[in-house]
């Protein structure tokens, strides 16, 4: 029987200034506090028998990955299911009584939140993350991988994994700021979830991640 870890890592905190929902908008790296998370993590992470360093295409994401494949003497692959998923109120302020959300024109935006009806259907991003972790787990086989990936992916798979429903309240996410939820595996059988925070943890209301 062969074990492999698949450890999903949130990318560190970006530079966000205005505090926008960037979603999938180019150019937004992480912060100087994001850079010493991603640092954080790779030293967190530099004695685990990790072979294979995998990232979503988008800056923030690559940047958190640059550190550990650094430390591991790897080179980074990409994979464009770990990405943020689609939000119509990308590049816009969003939050309950202010910004994009008070305008009458979004709100058909809003009439399902169990699909969601403003973005990518949860199951479908459930399905392209686990995709994605099941591909690193073969790569990495009988070692460990690691996922560079964003908050709600990450959430909605361990949601899936663990049988429960894929809508939920985004202010009780588990996935902070360079946080691991790890998937071991025996062979290809999903045989326990983790979670940890070498970076500390920070509010799950923090957006656009």
């Known amino acids: 029987m062969t074990r492999t870890i698949v450890h999903m890592l949130r990318h ?8 926008i929902l960037y979603g999938r908008i180019p150019g937004f790296g992480l912060s100087d506090l994001g850079r010493r998370q991603a640092l954080t993590v790779a030293e967190f992470l530099k004695d685990r028998d990790i072979t294979y360093v995998v990232s979503s295409p988008l800056q923030r994401a690559q940047e958190t990955a640059a550190p550990i494949v650094d430390s591991h003497q790897l080179e980074v692959a990409t994979d464009d299911r770990l990405i943020e998923p689609t939000n119509v109120f990308e590049g816009q302020l969003v939050s309950v009584g202010a910004g994009s959300l008070r305008s009458p024109k979004h709100w058909k935006h809003l009439i399902n939140p169990f699909l969601p009806s403003w973005g990518e259907p949860y199951l479908q991003i459930a399905h392209r993350m686990l995709g994605a972790a099941h591909r690193a787990r073969a ?10 990936s964003h908050q709600l992916p990450i959430w909605t798979l361990r949601r899936f994994l663990e049988a429960k429903r894929l809508w939920h309240d985004p202010r ?7 946080s691991l ?18 970076a500390g943890a920070t509010d799950p209301k923090v957006t656009g991640a």
């Open 12 to 19: 560190g905190e970006v530079h966000n200034p205005t505090g």
């Open 172 to 178: 009780r996410r588990e996935c902070s700021l360079a």
């Open 181 to 198: 939820t790890s998937l071991e595996f025996e062979d290809e059988r999903l045989v326990r979830i983790t979670y940890q925070e070498p």
């Open 139 to 148: 790569a990495a086989e009988g070692h460990e991988a690691v996922c560079v």
